[in-house]
């Protein structure tokens, strides 16, 4: 009976993910044969859970709408991923943090032990790292605002915003008038939200930062488009005007590299802005905890870098540069490094 109750909490659970299960699909998964699987669908059904058969060759089993699955019906890596998902949420999105907190004692006191030992192993401490480029918290009301946009294929009315979060009044400089947007998806990357949409108004594919718009919604229905590219991470990640703001850092440099923008976009830290110049040529803005960090950031592009501001920005490339030429100095293979060309099988350094 308890092989019996477990298999059926994990059928229902595989059936609760909102996907048509195959008959086979579902023995296999839950390691019974076809017929036992029939037999818990049954039971499941007289225990008032609406599963659906779906006929024909493609068919199969789903649960049906109208019916809330009981709480906690988590396998071992699913509650994890839970436990995991809302510590971190908060770091993401404004107001979530007492919610989050709220809900994870919830999770904790009903979880049988073995689970609440992995989730107290998950306990996180979240700490600054150096290397973290540090996004500001969402808010939810925006969030919701644009996925339900998204969900329901209307189309959006929007306003940019100051990177301090106000709306620009008409005859600011930095004001710009209202867009019609066709919303199609939603992308975290690098602890920022992004909306891949389609702009009415300017005819052509955009990206935003959610947090830097005002929306307005609509029940005006838009059809689907064929996305630009099959990469959608890496149209978002290879755009430079997507409404990025620098990150608030304590020093600030900007510099021009011999790079198109949407090279540096794509590998340039979060909460650094990329500002086009022509087809071969960009203007990072970028910061970090020294000077010496955003010399050393620059660096890895591997490219030649002119235009560089503030001067202490330009002091610290000069001193990167010594270091550099210093530490070849000591080198035992020193005319290798003089070498454009080298000759041997070494790696060009």
């Not at 059926?8 to 699987?37: K, N, V």
């Not at 906690?72 to 943090?97: E, K, N, R, W, Y």
């Not at 005819?203 to 005006?220: E, G, I, K, S």
């Not at 990150?247 to 340039?268: K, M, Q, S």
């Amino acid at each position: 009976m308890a092989n019996t109750s477990h298999r059926a909490l994990r059928l229902l659970s595989l059936l609760g993910t909102g996907r048509q299960w195959s008959l086979r699909e579902l023995a296999t998964r839950l390691g019974a044969s076809e017929r036992t699987i029939r037999r818990d669908i049954e039971t499941l059904r007289q225990l008032d859970y609406p599963i659906t058969t779906i006929h024909g060759p493609d068919g199969g089993y789903r649960l049906g709408a109208g019916r809330t699955l009981p709480p906690l019906l988590f396998d071992h890596d699913q509650a994890l991923a839970i436990a995991v998902a809302l510590q971190t949420a908060p770091s993401t999105m404004f107001g979530l943090g007492d919610d989050a907190a709220r809900a994870l004692a919830t999770l904790h006191q009903v979880m049988p032990p073995a689970l609440r030992a992995s989730m107290e192993s998950l306990r996180l401490t979240r700490l600054r790292n150096y290397w973290e480029f540090p996004a500001p918290p969402i808010d939810p009301a925006a969030l919701t605002t644009v996925g339900t946009a998204v969900r329901h294929r209307h189309l959006l009315v929007t306003e940019t915003l100051r990177p301090d979060g106000t709306r620009p009044e008409p005859g600011d400089p930095d004001f710009l008038p209202a867009h019609r947007i066709e919303p199609h998806h939603l992308v975290v990357w690098a602890a920022r939200w992004y909306l891949v949409a389609y702009d009415v108004t300017d005819h052509r594919w955009r990206v935003h930062r959610v947090d830097r718009l005002h929306t307005r919604p609509t029940t005006q229905h838009f059809s689907a488009r064929a996305l630009p590219g099959d990469d959608l991470a890496h149209f978002v990640m290879s755009t430079h005007d997507r409404g990025d703001t620098p990150a608030d850092w304590p020093y600030t440099g900007t510099a021009r590299l011999n790079l198109p923008a949407h090279i540096v976009a794509r590998w340039a830290p979060g909460g650094s802005v990329v500002e086009h110049l022509d087809t071969e040529h960009c203007r990072l803005t970028l910061g970090a905890w020294s000077w010496a960090g955003i010399a050393g950031i620059l660096a890895t592009f591997d490219t030649e870098l002119t235009e560089l501001h503030p001067p202490e920005l330009v002091h610290a490339c000069r001193r990167l540069t010594h270091r550099c030429r210093s530490s070849h100095m000591c080198c035992p293979s020193r005319d290798y490094y003089r070498d454009p060309h080298p000759t041997d099988s070494r790696p060009n350094g």
